[in-house]
Nanobody, 126 residues
Framework: QLQLVESGGGSVQPGGSLRLSCVAS????????IAWFRQAPGQEREGVSC????????VYVDSVKGRFTISKDNAKNTFYLQMNNLKPEDTARYYC???????????????????WGQGTQVTVSS
């Protein structure tokens, strides 16, 4: 069973940066993808970004374009989300998820993923 573990969350002031990591317990296939989702209290879980197994496709939602960068290190079974210029509305618990596709439509729903991490909290406040 694939296990995903997120880390790197914390509390930061607006304009600050954080780098989230998602470590997989085993090597993932090049034919699968990793997505980052987030969920704020009282809100539905929303997709943020994804990267294909081969790295050839990367998708960001409009609210994070130009601020967030997704990347991966296949040798370390690790995926990253570099978050710059953080805003209070970025406050949420962030999850990585393993799935088949990296397409914009698959960031609009959380039902297309077969493994999830426990999440890491990101809090942006003055």
């Amino acid at each position: 069973q694939l296990q995903l573990v997120e880390s790197g969350g914390g509390s930061v002031q607006p304009g600050g940066s954080l780098r989230l990591s998602c470590v997989a317990s085993e090597f993932t296939s090049d034919y699968y993808s990793i997505a980052w989702f987030r969920q704020a209290p009282g809100q539905e879980r929303e997709g943020v970004s994804c990267i294909s197994g081969r790295g050839g496709r990367i998708v960001y939602v409009d609210s994070v374009k130009g601020r967030f960068t997704i990347s991966k290190d296949n040798a370390k079974n690790t995926f990253y989300l570099q978050m710059n210029n953080l805003k209070p509305e970025d406050t949420a618990r962030y999850y990585c998820a393993h799935g088949t596709y990296c397409l914009p439509e698959f960031l609009r729903s959380d039902q297309f993923y077969d493994h999830w991490g426990q999440g890491t909290q990101v809090t942006v406040s003055s």
